[in-house]
Nanobody, 118 residues
């Protein structure tokens, strides 16, 4: 069974940085696309950044210029580097592993809380 384990969340001040990690079961990460999503209470989960198995990336407008998604297939881990954090970035962040972005199904991580405060 494929498992995703996220880490790296926490409390950070405005303008600070965090790097989220998403560790996958061995030999699974490299053949799948990955998305980082976030969700706040009362709102739908939104896609923040994505990276295909070929390495193509895409970002939500709110993340462009501040967030960087990457993957290290040798470590079976995906990352989301978040810089210049704002209070509106506060959310639970989830990684999602799926055969192709936009396809149904896939595997979700358990989520990691990011809180940006002044």
């Amino acid at each position: 069974q494929v498992q995703l384990v996220e880490s790296g969340g926490g409390l950070v001040q405005i303008g600070g940085s965090l790097r989220l990690s998403c560790a996958a079961s061995p030999r699974i990460l490299s053949v799948n696309d990955i998305g980082w999503y976030r969700q706040v209470p009362g709102k739908e989960r939104e896609l923040v950044a994505s990276i295909t198995s070929f390495g193509s990336t895409d970002y939500a407008d709110s993340a462009k210029g501040r967030f960087t998604i990457s993957r290290d297939n040798t470590k079976n881990t995906a990352y989301l580097q978040m810089n210049s954090l704002k209070p509106e970035d506060t959310a639970v962040y989830y990684c999602h592993l799926v055969a192709r972005l936009g396809a149904p199904g896939g595997v979700w991580g358990q989520g990691t809380q990011v809180t940006v405060s002044s």
